[in-house]
């Protein structure tokens, strides 16, 4: 069976959302804006999905980019099938 694992990054507001993605794909990474999945919580209904590799480069750039800690949660997505399993990610 086919397991996939990516970053998913939720964000307090749909504007912030988009000002991550728009400073993301600057830095040329491979992100794309999702649905937020049921399965987490956030103020926002939109979600970034992101390759798990870039973890620490994402973080860099929000914390250059002066975002608040407290704005953004990142987590790990197994995708089995279509079963979804989300844990906290851990740096």
């Known amino acids: 069976m086919n397991i996939e694992k990516f970053l998913v ?3 307090d507001s749909t504007h912030l959302v988009m000002k991550v993605e728009k400073l993301l794909l600057d830095s040329s990474l491979d992100v ?3 649905p937020l ?3 987490l919580k956030a103020s926002c209904g939109l979600s970034i999905k ?3 590799d870039d973890s620490t480069t ?3 750039i929000l914390k250059n980019n002066k975002i608040e ?5 990142f987590y790990v997505c ?3 099938g279509f ?3 989300f844990s906290t990610f851990n740096f």
């Open 9 to 11: 990054i939720t964000i």
């Open 32 to 34: 794309r804006i999702i």
């Open 37 to 39: 999945p049921g399965e």
């Open 50 to 52: 992101a390759n798990l």
């Open 58 to 60: 994402i973080l860099n």
């Open 69 to 73: 800690e407290s704005l953004y949660s």
């Open 78 to 80: 197994e995708k089995i």
């Open 83 to 85: 079963k979804k399993h």
